[in-house]
C-alpha cells in the first residue's frame, strides 16, 4: 500500500509547531518552538502575543521541519491544520499558513480538532481497541470521551467549570510558581505530605468535574495563614492538591470503565504529563485488567505531531477544508 504522508500545522496556543507524519503513527519529522518562556513574563498566555510571535515564527517552522525530513512539499499527500478550539488570533495564523500552502501545492486541506489531537497522541504509542475510554486533561479541557470506532467521539462527561490544567496553573501562582505551574507542582508533589485538608472537587455519581472549588479553597487556605503570619508548606500543598485532584479524576474514569466495559483506557492532553495521575490510572487499570495508553511525555503538551496523527484517520473518512475554513475558538469533540 502506497504510504501517506501528512504535513500538519498546530498554532492553537503558545507553541508554534509542524510535522511530518507517515501512515498516521511514524513521527518523520517534528519542531515546535514554545513561546512559554515570553508568557512567564504575564502569568499566562497573552492572546495577542501568542498570534504576533505565531506570525513570526510559522515560516521559520515549516521551513526547519522539511529541512529536518529531508522532504519537499511534492512528497506530502495532504495539509493539515488546527482549527479549534483554542485562541482565535494564534489559529488563524496556521489556518492562514496551510491554506498558503494548499492553494499552492493543491494538496488538499484536512481541518483537526485539538482535542483529537491530543488523544491521537496515542497512536504513536499503540493501537486503539475499540470500544475505548480517553480522559482529556488538559490546559483547557477536562472530558471523558467514548469512542467505538476511529475518529469517532461521544463526550460522557465534562468539568463545568474549571479544566484541572487551569486548576494547577493558579494554584501554581498563588503561591509563587510561574507558569505554567503544572508540572512543577507535580514534582513537589513528591516532597510533601498530604496535610492540607482540600474540598474533593464534585464527587458524585455523575462523569462530570468541578475544579473551581478547590482552586478557591486554595486560595483562601493561602490568604488565611498569611494573615494568621504562617507560612504555606508549598510541598505539602502540592501533595495535597495532587492527591486531591488524582484522586476524582481515577475515580470518576474507573467508574466509567465498569460501566461502559471498556479494555483500553487512553490518557490525552498536557497534564497526562502528571506523573501521580499516570501511576494512579497505572493501578486502577492493572485491577481492572484494562490496556491503558499514555502519551511519550513530548507528545503530551501541544505538538504538531498528534495533528498529523489525528489528520491521517480526518483524511481517510475524508474530511476536507475550503479556503474559506476559519477558526473555531470553542469547537467541541
Ligand atoms: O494540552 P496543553 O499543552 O494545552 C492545552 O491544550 O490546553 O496543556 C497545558 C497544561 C498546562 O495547564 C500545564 O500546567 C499542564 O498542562 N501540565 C501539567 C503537567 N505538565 C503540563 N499539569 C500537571 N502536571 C504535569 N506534569
Ligand atoms: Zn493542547
Same mark, same amino acid.
Given at each position: ?94 489556518i492562514e499558513?496551510?491554506k498558503a500552502?494548499s492553494l ?5 486541506l ?84 498530604? +496535610?492540607?485538608?482540600?474540598? =474533593?472537587? *464534585?464527587?458524585? %455519581? ?6 473551581? #472549588?478547590?482552586? $478557591? !479553597? ?32 481515577? +475515580?470518576?474514569?474507573?467508574? =466509567?470503565? *465498569?460501566?461502559? %466495559? ?6 490525552? #492532553?498536557?497534564? $497526562? !504529563? ?47 477544508a475550503d479556503l474559506s475554513l ?8
Amino acid at each position: 500500500m502506497k504510504d501517506t504522508y501528512i504535513f500538519a500545522i498546530e498554532t492553537s496556543c503558545d507553541e508554534t509547531s509542524c510535522s511530518i507524519i507517515k501512515n498516521g503513527n511514524i513521527d518523520v519529522a517534528t519542531v515546535i518552538l514554545s513561546q512559554i518562556d515570553i508568557h512567564k513574563n504575564y502569568g499566562g498566555v497573552v492572546p495577542e502575543i501568542a498570534s504576533r510571535n505565531h506570525t513570526e515564527a510559522i515560516t521559520l517552522v515549516f521551513e526547519e521541519c522539511l529541512k529536518k525530513a529531508n522532504m519537499t512539499l511534492n512528497d506530502i499527500d495532504a495539509i493539515a491544520v488546527t482549527y479549534g478550539p483554542g485562541l482565535n488570533g494564534a489559529l488563524l495564523v496556521g489556518i492562514e499558513a496551510a491554506k498558503a500552502l494548499s492553494l499552492a501545492t493543491g494538496k488538499p486541506l484536512v481541518p483537526v480538532n485539538h482535542m483529537a489531537g491530543h488523544i491521537y497522541a496515542n497512536k504513536f504509542v499503540g493501537e486503539f481497541k475499540f470500544p475505548l475510554l480517553a480522559l482529556v486533561v488538559s490546559g483547557g479541557h477536562t472530558e471523558i470521551i467514548y469512542m467505538d470506532e476511529e475518529y469517532s467521539f461521544k463526550r460522557i462527561g465534562s468539568t463545568l467549570d474549571d479544566s484541572v490544567g487551569e486548576a494547577y496553573d493558579k494554584v501554581a501562582r498563588v503561591v509563587g510558581i510561574p507558569y505554567p505551574g503544572g508540572p512543577l507542582m507535580d514534582k513537589m508533589a513528591h516532597m510533601g505530605k498530604h +496535610k492540607y485538608n482540600l474540598p =474533593a472537587p *464534585k464527587d458524585d %455519581n455523575s462523569y462530570d468535574f468541578s475544579f473551581s #472549588g478547590i482552586k $478557591s !479553597a486554595v486560595i483562601n487556605l493561602v490568604h488565611n495563614e498569611k494573615q494568621r503570619g504562617n507560612e504555606i508548606n508549598k510541598e505539602d500543598l502540592a501533595t495535597s492538591f495532587q492527591e486531591t485532584v488524582v484522586g476524582i479524576l481515577v +475515580k470518576k474514569t474507573k467508574k =466509567a470503565l *465498569k460501566e461502559y %466495559n471498556i479494555k483500553q483506557l487512553l490518557v490525552a #492532553g498536557g497534564v $497526562s !504529563a502528571n506523573s501521580g495521575l499516570r501511576k494512579a490510572l497505572e493501578d486502577v487499570c492493572n485491577e481492572l485488567d484494562v490496556e491503558l495508553l499514555k502519551p511519550e511525555i513530548k507528545y503530551c503538551t501541544d505538538n504538531a505531531a498528534m495533528i498529523g496523527a489525528a489528520a491521517y484517520y480526518a483524511y481517510k473518512k475524508g474530511d476536507r477544508a475550503d479556503l474559506s475554513l476559519n477558526p473555531e475558538p470553542g469547537l467541541d469533540l
